[in-house]
């Protein structure tokens, strides 16, 4: 989900539609759209006016500075407006970088005016509320209206009204013209929040004796507010940028995407490009598509895509058979390379994702033989080992060339290998599964003494109460330190795993408590839920309302919200009136920005410090994590997170937060604490919040952010470094570096993560932090090679002196996912020749239960398939 244009003819028929005001709006619906296909005969009668007024005619495809191009013919009657399409329609141009066709033309009536009639308006989101630009001298010229125009901002939720327009945006306007444009602005302003309008630039607006036209308008709207705004909006479409066209697989991704909980996403850039990519994780999707083009492969790059979320394996298949599809239509002389890549999963089953993709390779085998096409893999996370292992498997069986590699190997590793910048090396071996770090011969298995201690870094455990006393009437500081190994936080939905999953991480950070008190689900009555706490069994109570689980567990400060994304909002403003909750961590995607601007307000007023939304959570090591952050047990303590170290990381993305545990793990002496803030464009808290909150803690020695392109947030590293308050080495690199590489602009996996301007860049970025005085590598490729420089300075200096590793207790596993990744067997409790449940549909005699309902069996088919074991000639 993320903020998406709208064509211009959308725009205006939502607003000419919705707006209020007592401004006489004309030309209401007087557009036409015009293609190839069109009917002159038809829309003719349809619109009556295009045989008397005299026309206006201008691309409808979000290409900016029309009029400066010469794409815009004004003042022409229907027969000069056809001849002029004759030498337009289906032309190829360029516009900067982007090269395209032009498709599809607005036709509106000409509106007769003089320039002192024109105007210009827009309203914009930021992270602090809405603003207001009007200029009273509009149209082609305007030229740099930021520092021309009239500026209004607005706060959360404050109105606007017809004074505040009068007096702050039309100071330079006519007296004659002012009550209409301040009541259409304020209608303007209405329209925009009510259908979740995230941009609106209308230039010129023209104001006449007669009334107020619309004439050119440039909108944008947020795309995760539909399940609010479906009933106004109808079925909005959304076009591709300019230079770049629409293709049926990217619908029917898209639609796969709309209706699963998982995150699904395709683009095609270059049909006929020989470097595809299959990438899971909407930051690591990202990081593939730098390197990619790093190493001079931007021009053969053929997608964008990622898929997260733990889509099952029949999303996966649809996903993977779509991109091999695609890949297969042409020929390439070189061949073609497939890279299905990844970071290390937080909850994935990567052995379950696998199946689907495997299931589409062995489908496609033969098209992919006869198209050279040689495959890539490289996956870290929960058994992953058997993905991989699967992987290689067929790659053996079908005589593709597939290279597969785990998380012994560098993230983007095997794009160098792809495009031929480095070796294949042999495979190393890899575990046989992923308990191979769990099972410790050498340690008891009996729970650890109390007085073990895990910390490495420091051995001071602050409390949250550690923020400064606010004064008088100002609002609460927020604290310093989020989580301790005190902390206690209820779980806001049944999110069984997860739970466990925090539960095992506090036993093996030797904690004397579980950190989890109470879950709360508000679709059942109060019970208990059984958890494991390392050897033995406990109950969590559950409560139906937030209330009773507050009033009973005081001690509380931290709620994770697993609430799905129509109820997070809601639920997060009902705990943020309990004073007790000091953070609250928001796990789902696709909340609408102004719902999350909201509760970052009222956050703010109240001194909670919010995580996410969009967000896997956070961890700090030896003390507590959220969810399904740092993934399962042999994840955690592969990279050493039962203990503190001294390096504090904040990343955007999730899923790459867990290669930074692995990469810091594997160059420094651990991670002290990790935040994934979120991919949204304004996340509940911002980089420089947690940055700040690190340089005020001792045991941080060293800071790495992992920022991406979009936004402005990592500029306020940049300040923050010049003015003196951040003095500790900070590595930092902004993801997102081939965006000013690519020929069309490209939303790529997180919601913010696209730049409107050039300050927005990744390059732009990562050059004002290198000249701020942050360590910035030049790739992601040498991330972790600037991370040791900096620590290894650090040690040689006596800043950091590292300490013995002391070994963690052993935590059992559980017995669904040890048989998961067949570690154990049990004999069935009972057995049955009728059907077999085992997979991920049931089967009867052998059909797959789809495949009864498509050939429409009926009943006496499905007795036949249940008490004969064999097709009968039976029919519905």
């Known amino acids: 989900m993320s903020v998406k244009a709208i064509s211009e003819r959308t725009g205006k028929e939502l607003l000419y539609k919705y707006i209020c005001t007592t401004a006489v709006v004309r030309n209401r619906f007087s557009c036409v759209t015009v293609t190839t296909d069109t009917n002159w005969d038809c829309i003719t009668v349809d619109h009556p006016w295009l045989l008397t007024e005299r026309l206006v005619v201008k691309p409808d495809q979000l290409i900016k500075r029309r009029g400066k191009l010469g794409l815009v013919a004004v003042d022409l009657k229907l027969e000069s407006v056809q001849e002029w399409l004759k030498s337009h329609l289906m032309t190829e141009i360029t516009v900067g970088n982007a090269k395209g066709v032009l498709k599809k033309f607005l036709i509106e009536p000409f509106v007769p005016h003089i320039q002192e009639e024109e105007f210009y308006v827009c309203i914009y989101a930021s992270r602090e509320g809405s603003h207001v630009l009007f200029h009273h001298e509009g149209g082609v010229e305007i030229g740099d209206v930021d520092n021309k125009a009239q500026r209004l901002t607005l706060g959360i939720d404050e109105k606007l009204m017809e004074e505040i327009v009068t007096q702050q945006l039309l100071v330079h306007v006519p007296d004659d013209k002012k009550e209409v444009l301040a009541s259409f602005i304020v209608g303007l302003f209405n329209l925009y929040e009510d259908l979740y309008f995230t941009y609106l630039e209308i230039n010129p607006l023209v104001v006449t004796k007669d009334g107020v036209y619309v004439l050119d308008m440039a909108a944008k709207i947020d795309s995760a507010a539909e399940y609010i705004c479906k009933p106004k909006w109808g079925d909005v479409e959304f076009p591709p ?238 604290p310093t330190t989020l989580f301790s190994r005190q902390t206690k936080v209820i779980v806001c939905g049944i999110q069984t795993q997860a739970v466990q999953g925090m539960l095992d991480f506090d036993y093996v950070c030797s904690r004397d408590e579980p950190s989890v008190v109470a879950m709360v689900y508000p679709y059942t009555g109060d019970h208990k839920q059984k958890f494991y706490w390392g050897h033995k069994e406990i109950l969590l109570s559950v409560y139906k309302n937030m209330a009773d689980a507050m009033k009973k567990h005081p001690d509380v400060d931290v709620l994770i919200n697993f609430a799905s994304l129509r109820s997070a909002f809601d639920s997060t403003m009902e705990t943020l009136q309990y004073p007790q909750i000091r953070t609250i961590a928001i796990i789902a995607e696709g909340i609408p920005e102004a719902l999350t601007r909201k509760l970052i307000k009222t956050a703010d007023e109240k001194g909670v410090t919010i995580i996410g939304p969009a967000t896997v959570g956070g961890i700090k090591p030896g003390c507590f994590k959220i969810g399904n952050t740092g993934g399962m047990l042999d994840n955690i303590l592969a990279s050493k997170l039962y203990r503190p170290g001294s390096v504090a990381y904040v990343s955007s993305s999730g899923g790459m937060s867990n290669e930074l545990n692995n990469i810091i793990s594997h160059t420094t002496d651990g991670v002290y604490e990790g935040v994934a803030i979120g991919g949204d464009r304004f996340p509940g808290s911002t980089f420089m919040d947690h940055v700040l909150r690190y340089q005020d803690t001792p045991g941080i020695k060293m800071i790495v952010v992992l920022g991406e392109i979009g936004g402005t947030e990592e500029y306020n590293i940049c300040q923050g470094i010049t003015d003196g308050l951040i003095t500790k080495p900070i590595v930092c690199w902004c993801i997102g570096t081939c965006a000013t590489l690519l020929s069309s602009e490209v939303q790529f996996g997180h919601a913010g993560a696209c730049a409107t301007q050039v300050l927005e860049t990744a390059v732009a970025k990562n050059q004002a932090l290198r000249e701020a005085g942050a360590f910035v590598p030049n790739s992601f490729d040498e991330l972790g090679d600037v991370i040791k420089f900096v620590y290894d300075d650090l040690v040689t200096n006596g800043i950091i002196v590292p300490e013995q590793e002391v070994p963690p207790p052993t935590v059992p596993m559980d017995y669904s996912w040890a048989r998961e990744l067949g570690l154990i067997r049990k004999p069935a409790s009972f057995m049955t020749s009728i059907c077999d449940e085992r997979g991920q549909e049931v089967i009867y005699a052998g059909m797959p239960i789809t495949e009864v309902f498509k050939e429409e069996m009926g009943v006496g088919g499905v007795l036949g398939l249940l008490w004969f074991q064999r097709r009968h000639g039976f029919r519905k």
């Open 241 to 478: 940028p300019f230079g770049r066209e629409a293709y049926p697989e990217e619908a029917y991704i898209a639609d796969l995407d709309s209706k699963s909980g998982a995150s699904l996403k395709l683009t095609v850039l270059n049909p006929s490009g020989r470097i595809w990519t299959m990438v899971a994780g909407g930051g690591a999707s990202v990081v593939y598509s730098d390197t990619i083009c790093d190493l001079g492969g931007v021009d053969e790059l053929a997608n964008y895509g990622e898929y997260s979320g733990s889509p099952s394996e029949q999303q996966m298949y649809d996903y993977a058979k779509t991109i091999l599809l695609l890949m297969t239509r042409e020929k390439h002389s070189d061949g073609k390379v497939l890279i299905i890549g990844g970071s290390i999963a937080n909850f994935t089953n990567v052995a379950a994702t696998f199946k689907g993709i495997v299931r589409a390779i062995k489908d496609y085998q033969e098209p992919l033989k006869e198209h050279e096409v040689t495959i890539f893999v490289r996956r870290g996370g929960p058994n992953y080992q058997e993905g991989l292992r699967v992987m290689g498997e067929v790659g053996k069986t079908t005589g593709i060339p597939i290279h597969v590699f785990g998380t012994e190997t560098h993230m983007t590793a095997i794009v160098g290998m792809a495009l031929g910048h480095r070796p294949i090396p042999n495979q190393p071996p890899v575990a046989a599964h992923t308990a191979s770090f769990l099972l410790n011969s050498s340690a008891s298995a009996a729970t650890p003494p109390i007085t073990r201690n895990t910390s490495l870094s420091e051995h001071n455990t602050c409390s949250v109460t550690d923020a400064i006393t606010p004064t008088t009437g100002a609002p609460p500081a927020k």
